[in-house]
């Protein structure tokens, strides 16, 4: 479809998934997680889907400015316009709120709704100036509804919702829409990390999930709407 998708934390799990689905229907891809080498083996998974020059691959974290400033100006430079921004990074603690430290806390917080601002407030003059595009923010099923030992997680995660809300408020009438998706659980590495006790019959696929990312790209829906993807 030739758009220039940016898909945060895309070298496993969900942004991985999502990123094959783009690159499968021909769009261009940059993806990226703080560590290279995890990049440069995602990249190299990723190739037999579509031809390297329809992807960009790079390092950063998405907690510093400075980092996704870099990030988004390497797109622009290569690609020359973002269509499709998906804030997909995120992280989890399974612990109670006793047992959750500053540090911790601040983790979570700053990688999942600190990033996402920051992505957002990066690449919205460029969508503004293109006329639109379209803004995924990954929130959860958590987002809505908390849940014990989640305490961080679900506090970013309603965050993100607001956020999403907030934003798609503001640039209403200029062709950028904004949207939240929120997965219930997913086979992710995130997911190993909690102890849930979860019926796996009922636990998403990250190429389900993908699937559902990438049909939400195409924009049809209203900006500022929810989209609950559940078994
Ligand atoms: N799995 C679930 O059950 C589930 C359910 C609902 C929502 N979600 C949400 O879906 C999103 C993706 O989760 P996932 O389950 O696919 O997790 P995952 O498998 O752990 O993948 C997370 C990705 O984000 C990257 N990342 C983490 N911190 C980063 C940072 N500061 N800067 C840049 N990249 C960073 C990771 O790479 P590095 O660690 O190498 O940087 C990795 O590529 C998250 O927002 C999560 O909250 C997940």
Partial sequence: MDRVVIITGSTRGIGF?????FLRNGDRVVIFCRHGVHGERAGKRLLPLSPS?????????????????????????HFGRIDI??????????????ETS???WDDILDTNLKGTFLFLREVLPAMRRQGG??????????????????S??????????????????????SGIRVYAVLPWAVDTTLLAGTDLGLDPSKVLSPEY??????????????????????P
Avoid at 133 to 150: D, P, R
Avoid at 152 to 173: H, M, N, P, R, W
Wanted: proline share 0%; hydrophobic share 40%; charged share 20%.
């Fill in 209 to 230: 999930v993908a699937g559902k990312i990438f049909k939400a790209a195409g924009g049809r829906r209203k900006s500022g709407s929810l989209l609950e993807v559940y």
């Fill in 53 to 77: 020059e329809n992807m960009l691959t790079l390092s950063g974290d998405i907690r510093r400015g400075k980092d996704v400033k870099n990030i988004v100006g390497r797109c622009l430079k």
């Fill in 102 to 104: 500053e540090r911790q």
């Fill in 133 to 150: 595009g379209t803004i995924i923010n990954i929130s959860s099923a958590m987002g809505v509804q908390g849940e014990a030992k989640f």
């Fill in 152 to 173: 961080a997680y679900c506090a970013s995660k309603f965050g993100v919702i607001g956020l999403t809300q907030a934003v798609a408020d503001e640039t209403s009438g």
């Fill in 17 to 21: 998934a999502t990123a094959a689905e």
């Fill in 85 to 98: 921004l998906i804030n997909n990074a995120g992280i989890a603690a399974y612990q109670t709120i006793d």
